[in-house]
């Protein structure tokens, strides 16, 4: 747990910033609303984003990923709790763009500990070739390919 503290740190901060100028410049969005919000963006930003898309398919698609997220995230929400319809399009793609930002930055982090993770694997599962041989009890094996003398 004390190795996604960070991330999830950084991501619910970036959020918060995000949702404040996204949220707060359109609306007369509560602090309870900003939190909520980023808290929201960050669980699932994470668990899909972070942990399942972007080992398999890298920065940039789960960089789109979070940015629709987001946007997404926004736009339902904020028209059910906020008004105006127009300023939610304006406060949900200024909120996705700063959330997207943030999250290259986040995902570079998660890729190098994911490759350095993997090099370490690879480097323990080394060959040792002093235990390559095996005894065997028998000291004169006969040849299969030789046939047998009549003596």
């Not at 619910?12 to 808290?39: E, H, K, N, P, R």
């Not at 105006?84 to 700063?98: R, T």
């Not at 994911?114 to 006969?142: M, W």
Request: proline share 3%; hydrophobic share 50%.
């Amino acid at each position: 747990m004390m190795k996604h503290a960070p991330v999830l740190l950084i991501k619910f901060i970036s959020c918060i910033i995000a949702f404040a100028i996204g949220l707060a410049l359109f609306f007369d969005a509560t602090i309870v609303d900003i939190v909520s919000f980023s808290l929201f963006v960050t669980i699932v930003s994470y668990m899909l984003g972070d942990r399942i898309i972007l080992p398999r398919v890298g920065n940039t698609a789960t960089a789109m990923v979070d940015f629709l997220l987001t946007y997404m995230s926004v736009w339902i929400f904020g028209s059910i709790l906020l008004d105006n319809y127009m300023q939610i399009a304006w406060g949900s793609i200024l909120s996705a763009i700063v959330v997207t930002v943030a999250e290259v930055f986040v995902h570079r982090y998660l890729l190098t500990g994911i490759s350095n993770r993997r090099t370490s694997e690879k480097q323990g599962v080394a060959f040792n070739r002093t235990l390559a041989y095996e005894f065997a009890e028998e000291q004169d094996i006969p040849d299969k390919h030789k046939p047998k003398s009549k003596d």
